[in-house]
DNA sequence: CACGCATCCGACACTGTGGC
DNA sequence: GCCACAGTGTCGGATGCGTG
């Protein structure tokens, strides 16, 4: 073999860093050795992965091109190291999610998923649709789950579930047990609202087409639940997944509202994986206990 | 001048080979 | 089987060089 997997580990890593010190401060050796090392491979092949710019060192067209190569015969590798240490062929896992599904869907999924005798890891990342889009692209996370419409050459974007938002008041609120709520009612209340650029902010503005500029929007809040303890406070009403709510439906603790038939509130998850990234046996695993949960 | 990459050099670990 | 030796790969420290 003309290379080492410590000259592939050294190539993705200084692919990632765009600089070869980082480099090898993230793989723990010297910046010397991480340096020759990705000279080595280079000149085993006699070709450039990256361009020497001044005192910056770039990926260049043929490093771009190996790039997923690499990540794949790493990824393999990692899985093959896993199988046969713990003789389990499914892996750690690093999963994106957005705050909906990371608090609502995923810890379950990743109980499910660390629930056998190798007791694989998962990491589990939230962040909003685009952090998690950018680092599925950066190869940092295995897989993301999001809520958002998206479109990327580079990513594969799979349809997972269907899921609703709601909208919901206090049971102290006027609008409470009203059947069926009119645009003058949108209009006049009060809204607790996720911030803009979430998910489910996307999907509240696509139902409130036509009202957007003439609602009230009081608070933009970045967590579920301070937007429910908000309402409970009968600061205004808001809308989110009915997922985060059932269990306050269910005590009393909030009501939900229905809206005019043809305003639409539902929407669709997705999971996203790279194009050309190794889908591991631990990614299909995953996507599994997403499906059947 | 500080910073970042490349190169040189010696140290060390590991492996293969040959002699006993 | 044990030992000595050579070859190979990898490493870190020191240093040079180019750039901003």
């Not at 295995?142 to 049971?171: A, K, M, N, Y």
């Not at 269990?247 to 038939?261: H, N, Q, Y």
Request: charged content about 25%.
């Amino acid at each position: 073999m003309k290379y080492s997997f410590r000259q592939l580990e050294v190539f993705l890593a200084a692919a990632r860093f765009q600089n070869i010190t980082r480099a090898a401060e993230s793989l723990a050796m010297s910046q010397s050795a991480a340096s020759s090392a990705l000279k080595e491979l280079e000149n085993q092949f006699d070709i450039q992965l990256f361009d020497r710019v001044g005192k910056r060192l770039q990926l260049n067209e043929l490093g771009r091109l190996y790039r997923p190569k690499v990540e794949s015969v790493l990824a393999q590798a990692g899985e093959l190291e896993q199988a046969l240490s713990k003789h389990t062929e499914v892996g750690a896992l690093k999963v994106g999610a957005t705050l909906t599904i990371g608090n609502y869907l995923a810890v379950g999924v990743m109980a499910e998923y660390m629930n056998t005798p190798a007791r694989p890891k998962v990491s589990l990342e939230v962040a909003n649709t685009s952090a998690i889009a950018r680092r599925v692209m950066d190869y940092e996370l295995d897989i993301g789950l999001i809520e958002g419409e998206l479109q990327s050459p580079d990513l594969e974007v799979i349809p997972w579930r269907h899921d609703e938002l709601v909208i919901f008041c206090s049971p102290e609120h006027p609008l409470a047990g009203k059947d069926g709520l009119t645009d003058e009612d949108l209009k006049s209340a009060t809204w607790i609202a996720r911030e803009p650029g979430s998910g489910t902010r996307q999907t509240f503005e696509r139902a409130m087409h036509g009202l957007l500029p003439d609602l009230n929007i009081l608070l933009e809040l970045e967590h579920t639940e301070a937007i429910k303890r908000a309402v409970q406070a009968n600061l205004g009403i808001g809308c989110l997944s009915r997922m985060c709510l059932s269990d306050a439906f269910k005590r009393g603790d909030l009501v939900p509202l229905r809206a005019a038939a043809h305003r639409r509130f539902d929407r669709q998850f997705y999971f996203i994986l790279h194009k050309q990234k190794y889908r591991s046996a631990g990614i299909d695993r995953w996507m599994e206990l997403c499906r059947e949960l």
